[in-house]
Nanobody
Framework: QVRLVESGGGLVQAGGSLRLSCAAS????????GGWSRQAPGKQRELVATISSDGSTNYLESVKGRFTIDTDNAKKTVYLQMNSLKPEDTAVYFC??????????WGQGTQVTVSS
């Protein structure tokens, strides 16, 4: 059983910062990849950032230079540092965690609201 707990969402003014956390617990003995996606009202979910076991990262074009994805040393928590937030970043953010190439788990989502 694997459980993901997300935290760090909230309300922030445009230009502000938030740091999202996704803590994995349970039957996890390795890390293959992690990521963050978001879904705004009336829109499809989009992939925001990913990180692989070798540390390589990929970002949605619109967040490059503003968002950073990383993990803790134990690679059981995936973070998303969000700077220079814009109203269009408002969405529910979901993390995903893959301990290996077979399993992938999703968090419950955390709301991020950026006011103008």
């Amino acid at each position: 059983q694997v459980r993901l707990v997300e935290s760090g969402g909230g309300l922030v003014q445009a230009g502000g910062s938030l740091r999202l956390s996704c803590a994995a617990s349970g039957s996890i003995f390795s890390f293959n990849a992690g990521g963050w996606s978001r879904q705004a009202p009336g829109k499809q979910r989009e992939l925001v950032a990913t990180i692989s076991s070798d540390g390589s990262t990929n970002y949605l074009e619109s967040v490059k230079g503003r968002f950073t994805i990383d993990t803790d040393n134990a690679k059981k928590t995936v973070y998303l540092q969000m700077n220079s937030l814009k109203p269009e970043d408002t969405a529910v953010y979901f993390c995903n965690f893959s301990p290996d190439r077979i399993r992938n788990y999703w968090g419950q989502g955390t709301q991020v609201t950026v006011s103008s």
